[in-house]
Structure formats: structure tokens, C-alpha cells
């Protein structure tokens, strides 16, 4: 009998810590961390189920080797934590994806995930991690820097370190969305593809939250970025290897951004004005990407 009892009782505490783990991944897409505590509660069975997958980067976030390296690079350790400045980075190489599992999650669910990752590589927050603080959210062997390079580092791009002088995250918003810039580089080369003589590709990274209560398509045929000389130019479809997915159409709803890379060739270093996002249905943003 007492043996039943026992038996029972393990079921019971089972069932329940497996509810727990389900109504915390389960949470509201507008709620907001009530403490650092309970953000790594919620975050836990997200980052589960996932991302430390036999599937995706290793049941113990290990990666997944290939022969000449990762295929999927870990979760944990060093090499993470170099390849990600801070944890606004980490949000946009998992907001950009557009894996199912991964779109279904809010971007908070998605902050509440990282901020577990974090957790893993002995990283400690004094507050719960959300948009507000993810730029400056970092720690371990992450820099916090990631002005004029690139991240997660591209095998296939040259990057060149010309100064920018941009205080990075910049963005602009109005009634129903914001356009955010995350990231700006500038390269010699992707690839095979090189720009004109003298010229250089510029590579931003871009964030969109949608404030509005309705769905809102967004979409590379509205982004244009203005040159110094007064051009319009239209983002590029180049081959640039990287974690981030390139910027292409698709519908975000409320709580529920999108992450992009966009490319652009200019005819110099620096030629680069505005971007410029305007859907022509009133979601009109600008970004000043000179001081």
C-alpha cells in the first residue's frame, strides 16, 4: 500500500511539473517577466523544446558537428557566446527563422528562451531581459560591441572596419510599426560577387514590431536606403551566408516581430544616407544612419 501511495505521489508531482512547463510556455504574447526567476521558468521548456534538440543544436546545446566543423553551431561555451555580442543578436538570428515552432513563439517567449540560454553559459541578469534591454544584455566571453562587424560572423563576406559612428540600436516607429537597426557593415566582397570598382556592399540588420492590433505584411518592395547623393536604392539578392535569414515577405501580427538582413551596393564607403520602409498604407519609417 505504501509502495502505491509512493507511486501515486511521483505521477502526481510528474503531471504537475509537466502542466507547469506547458502554461509556462503557454504564456500570453503581451505579458512581461515578473522577475528573473520566473522569465527562466517560462523560458526553460522553450528552449527545450526548441532549440537543445537531438534535431537542431544538441540536447545539451552542444551543436551539431559537421566535417569541417558545426552545421549547427552550440548553444553553450565559447564559441556562442563569441559569435553574439549580446543578447539582442541572439533574439534576431531565432526571430529571422522561419521554422513553424519558431514563428509560434511571441518575442517575448522568444527573450524568455534566451535569457535561459544565458543561464547555461553561467551569465546572470540583474533584470528580466526583454527588448528594452537586450542590446546591452551580455556577459561571459560576449563583447557587448557590435558596431562595424558583423554577427554571427559570415564565412563568406570581407568585412571591412570602416568607422560609423552610429550608437547602435537606432529606430523609428509610428502608430503601427517600428523599424529597428540592430547591426550595420560594410563588405569588399560576398562570395563571388563583387561591387563596382571603388564600391562596397552595405549589410543592416533589421528589426519590425508590429504596434498596431491588426496584422501587417511586411516586405523587402517597400525598403529603399537613400545615398548621400539623393538615390533610391533597392535591397540586393546576394548570397551572403549567414545565421540571420535575408529579408523577404511575410505577414508579422501583434507581439509577434520579424528579424532580416538586407544588402545594398553603394558606389563608395559610407554613401549611405536613410533607410527608408514605407508600405504606402501608412506605415512609413525612417532611420538617420548618420549622427
Known amino acids: 500500500m505504501q509502495r502505491f501511495v509512493f507511486v501515486i505521489a511521483v ?16 504564456k500570453p504574447a503581451s505579458y512581461t517577466p515578473a522577475s528573473v526567476e520566473s522569465q527562466l521558468m517560462n523560458g526553460e521548456p522553450i ?3 526548441t532549440c537543445a534538440t537531438s534535431t537542431c543544436h544538441g540536447t545539451q546545446g552542444e551543436g551539431i558537428r ?22 539582442q543578436i541572439v533574439f534576431d538570428v531565432i526571430r529571422s527563422g522561419g521554422e513553424p515552432n519558431l514563428r509560434a513563439l511571441s518575442d517575448q517567449q522568444i527573450y524568455d528562451s534566451i535569457a535561459y540560454e544565458l543561464s547555461q553559459n553561467q551569465i546572470t541578469l540583474a533584470s528580466p531581459l526583454t527588448s528594452a534591454n ?13 558596431q562595424g ?34 547591426q550595420i ?40 536606403l537613400s545615398t548621400v547623393r539623393g538615390d533610391l536604392l533597392e535591397p540586393q539578392s546576394i548570397n551572403l551566408h549567414s545565421a540571420i535569414e535575408k ?12 528579424s532580416a538582413l538586407v544588402i545594398f551596393t553603394l558606389s563608395a564607403p559610407g554613401q549611405f544616407d536613410q533607410l527608408i520602409y514605407d508600405d504606402q498604407a501608412g506605415n512609413r519609417s525612417t532611420l538617420d544612419l548618420k549622427p
Open 11 to 26: 505521477v502526481f508531482v510528474f503531471i504537475l511539473a509537466s502542466c507547469t512547463r506547458m502554461n509556462n510556455a503557454k
Open 47 to 49: 528552449y527545450a523544446q
Open 66 to 87: 559537421s566535417a569541417t566543423g558545426f552545421s549547427a553551431w552550440p548553444l553553450v561555451g565559447a564559441d556562442f557566446q563569441s559569435r553574439h555580442p549580446n543578447a
Open 134 to 146: 537586450a542590446f546591452t544584455t551580455y556577459g561571459a566571453a560576449m563583447s557587448g560591441q557590435a
Open 149 to 182: 562587424g558583423l554577427f554571427p560572423p559570415s564565412d563568406n563576406a570581407v568585412i571591412i572596419n570602416t568607422p560609423l559612428n552610429l550608437s547602435l540600436p537606432i529606430a523609428a516607429k509610428n502608430e503601427g510599426l517600428q523599424l529597428q537597426l540592430d
Open 185 to 224: 557593415a560594410q563588405a569588399t566582397v560576398i562570395g563571388n560577387t563583387k561591387p563596382p570598382a571603388g564600391g562596397v556592399f552595405l549589410i543592416l540588420v533589421i528589426v519590425f514590431n508590429d504596434l498596431s492590433a491588426e496584422p501587417i505584411t511586411i516586405s523587402p518592395d517597400y525598403l529603399r
Open 247 to 258: 529579408f523577404h515577405t511575410q505577414i508579422i501580427k501583434p507581439y509577434y516581430g520579424a
